[in-house]
């Protein structure tokens, strides 16, 4: 739970995603993940949900991270791994601590990009994945967890 009682969503993005709205915005849109996460909070807010949100260009502080939040018995996961979606055992190693659904999100559709970005090391161990809807991909992944938590 929250600070607030209110059950409470990891939002986890990893490298590069802080330059969003820099880095090829042709690929990835135009917005900034500060612009992403206050969205997600302003839905959260409307679901009753509350966020925590963080971001590292450095797997291991990803990988510590997952671990505290295993401490804290999450009501879900949101996470778009970036690069590390396709290289990291380690990640998946992680992620695997979590009973909680896991939600994979990115922002392009990575089956229609380069051939190494098709293989997921966590679309397997993931409640599902979001792929090409850009930024409303983050919407759908809270509005999935909503849904899981109240059925």
Not at 43 to 69: C, K, P, T, W
Not at 81 to 98: E, I, N, Y
Request: aromatic share 8%; glycine share 10%.
């Amino acid at each position: 739970m929250g600070e607030s009682n209110l059950p409470l969503v990891h939002v986890i993005n990893g490298p590069n995603l802080n330059m969003l709205g820099k880095r090829e915005p042709e690929i990835y849109g135009s917005m900034s993940l500060d612009d992403i996460n206050q969205g997600l909070g302003k839905l959260a807010g409307e679901l009753d949900l509350a966020l925590s949100f963080f971001q590292s260009n450095h797997e291991g502080a990803i990988l510590d991270h997952i671990h505290a939040v295993f401490e804290q018995e999450p009501a879900g996961i949101i996470i778009n791994p970036g690069a590390f979606t396709h290289t990291s055992v380690a990640l998946r190693d992680g992620l695997l601590l979590l009973s909680c659904p896991i939600i994979e999100v990115h922002l392009s559709n990575i089956h229609k990009r380069e051939p190494f970005r098709h293989k997921s090391m966590i679309a397997d161990i993931a409640y599902g994945q979001l792929t090409g809807f850009g930024y409303f991909g983050y919407h759908m992944a809270l509005l999935s967890i909503h849904n899981y938590l109240n059925n």
